[in-house]
């Protein structure tokens, strides 16, 4: 994600955050590299000029040139710029208490994600503890009902279809359906077209009115850049939207639309898709992407994320497994699958400060995982709780049936045997131990 503003915020961050002294003509040129990077990652040309005019403005200030320090205020001021022009702080769904039914109404062109979306957003409201119902409005496009379904059924929502043509009739009943079954959220997810025209905004109006909803959000293909700021401005002119959704925010190299729309629309970006999984959805933190464009990692995310793969109970039980030395490849396996639920390795890798952007796809391929993961379900369970009785023939066989090596399997039995080694070590040293598991 904004892969190639990260590599070339980073350099300029390293080259700049490294020196004792700073002149005005290292700040211009750090200035210019910083407007060629933002042009090239289609950041709207208006917003581009603010952004640098006012980085310019307060770097050249006395304030900055007599600091202990000046290339590290500098490098400051780019990431205060850079997350004032995000959005500031981090805007939550202002949704009514859990007593009264709120509203959230998706908007978007077809194709922007708006559907899988709906999902996404259910699922997350619904670990916020939220009895939501979804409600399938689209009715142009086909089979979008039937997605809603089938993707409402997957993360355990329901999903209310009507039985009529008219999709104001299907939103009219799903709000019924949910005061009456006491729901507190209903997420409508509304007719999308593959361009801006007048009667789909016109239907739109008329949900709206309809539902008066608490949150109108539109969903943004990321990928799009400049094109998805010109299609919140049409939207928020024509049927107003309170945020955005950014959808396919891990596969946007550039970061143009991320980076203009909060400038452009004065609308905050919400939530950002990083996945196609059903938990591929994430609250956007504008300091924490300014700190990712800056090659600063962010690693509160990357907690987050642990914390939501491990529960306390496991991670003592690990310890204690660790401790005594029965940790085994069951639990190796286990551990991999928990760094899968968190996201691939780049996204993982590009959250560590001073990772980001300097590891390639090629180089992280190198340590794929997949492999380990075929060798140790080709074992049988009895083998990957004791791996000492895996001779040459079970090396063969399992070789077989991952598709690797006899080579592949028996480094890999080795790498396990020194990773136990380890954190036998590290649990033996109380002080390491603590860093280690936290």
Do not use: W
């Not at 981090?90 to 208490?97: N, S």
């Amino acid at each position: 994600m904004l892969e190639k503003l990260t590599q070339t915020f980073g350099d300029i961050v390293r080259t700049v955050g490294g020196k004792s002294t700073i002149s005005e003509k290292n700040i211009e040129e750090a200035v210019d590299r910083i407007k060629m990077a933002l042009l090239e990652a289609d950041v709207n040309l208006r917003v581009v000029r603010r952004f640098v005019n006012a980085t310019i403005e307060e770097a050249k200030g006395e304030r900055v040139l007599r600091a202990v320090d000046p290339g590290q205020q500098f490098v400051k001021i780019v990431h205060d710029r850079m997350v004032s022009l995000l959005g500031d702080s981090r805007q939550d769904l202002e949704l009514k208490g859990p007593d009264v039914v709120s509203v959230v109404l998706l908007l978007g062109l077809q194709g922007s994600g708006k559907t899988t979306t709906a999902s996404k957003l259910a699922l997350h409201l619904k670990g916020k503890g939220r009895r939501v119902l979804l409600a399938a409005c689209d009715l142009v496009r086909p089979a979008a009902a039937e997605q809603l379904a089938a993707l409402g059924a997957q993360v355990g929502v329901e999903v209310f279809r009507g039985d009529g043509g008219d999709p104001l009739a299907v939103a009219k009943a799903a709000l019924a359906k949910a005061r009456k079954e006491q729901y507190d959220v209903v997420i409508v997810d509304t007719t999308g077209r593959m361009q801006v025209d007048e009667p789909m905004m016109a239907e739109l109006v008329r949900m709206r009115d309809l539902c008066r909803p608490d949150e109108a959000l539109l969903v943004a293909d990321a990928m799009t850049g400049q094109a998805a700021v010109d299609i919140a401005k049409a939207f928020d002119e024509r049927v107003g939207i309170t945020g955005v959704i950014l959808s396919k925010f891990d596969s946007d190299a550039r970061g143009g639309a991320a980076l203009s729309l909060k400038s452009v629309t004065g609308k905050p970006i919400k939530f950002v898709g990083v996945s196609e999984r059903p938990d591929g959805l994430e609250p956007f933190y504008p300091d924490r992407v300014a700190g990712r464009i800056l090659g600063m990692g962010d690693v509160v995310t990357l907690v987050e994320k642990a914390q939501a793969s491990i529960d306390q109970e496991e991670a003592a039980d690990l310890e204690r497994k660790m401790a005594n030395e029965s940790f085994t490849l069951q639990d190796y396996l286990d551990q991999l699958r928990r760094v899968k639920k968190m996201g691939s390795m780049k996204s993982l890798v590009d959250m560590i400060p001073g990772l980001a952007g300097q590891v390639t796809e090629e180089q992280l391929e190198a340590q794929d995982t997949k492999h380990e993961e075929a060798i140790l379900l080709s074992m049988t369970r009895k083998e990957r709780l004791n791996h000492l009785i895996i001779g040459p023939t079970r090396r063969s066989r399992i070789a077989r049936g991952s598709g690797t090596s006899v080579a592949e399997v028996a480094r890999l039995i080795k790498k396990f045997e020194k990773s136990r080694l380890m954190m036998k070590k590290v649990v033996k040293n109380k002080k390491m131990a603590q860093k280690f598991m936290g």
